[in-house]
């Protein structure tokens, strides 16, 4: 089993930043390949911001490219989400996503934590 926890959310003004981090552990931690943050807004469904595989390849959704940078720290156990130039639009609950093979398995989540961006 993996648990994910995720830190670092808040309320934050337009054109702000904010950096989210996410500590793995658990007996499987070391079977996980790719890891991502999936975001969900009040009424939307729950949508892939961005994913980072073993090899630290990494690929956004459209809506943050040139704003969000995923990154991790292998040694750690640790994903970050370093989130700039944050729009009233980015506001929603950010989940930490983990997966034996790629996002588009995910094997395990973290419990989430709101991002709040006032305009």
């Known amino acids: 089993q993996v648990q994910l926890v995720e830190s670092g959310g808040g309320l934050v003004q337009a054109g702000g930043s904010l950096r989210l981090s996410c500590a793995a552990s658990?007996?499987?931690?070391?079977?996980?390949?790719?890891m991502g943050w999936f975001r969900q807004a009040p009424g939307k469904q729950r949508e892939l911001v961005a994913s980072?595989?073993?090899?630290?390849?990494?690929s956004y959704g459209d809506s943050v490219k040139g704003r969000f940078t995923i990154s991790r720290d292998n040694p750690s156990n640790t994903l970050y989400l370093q989130m700039n130039s944050l729009k009233p639009e980015d506001t929603a609950v950010y989940y930490c996503?983990?997966?034996?093979?790629?996002?588009?398995?995910?094997?395990?989540w973290g419990q989430g934590t709101q991002v709040t961006v006032s305009s």
């Open positions: 996503a983990a997966s034996d093979f790629d996002m588009n398995f995910v094997n395990y």
């Open positions: 658990g007996a499987a931690v070391f079977s996980i390949k790719a």
């Open positions: 980072i595989t073993g090899i630290s390849y990494a």
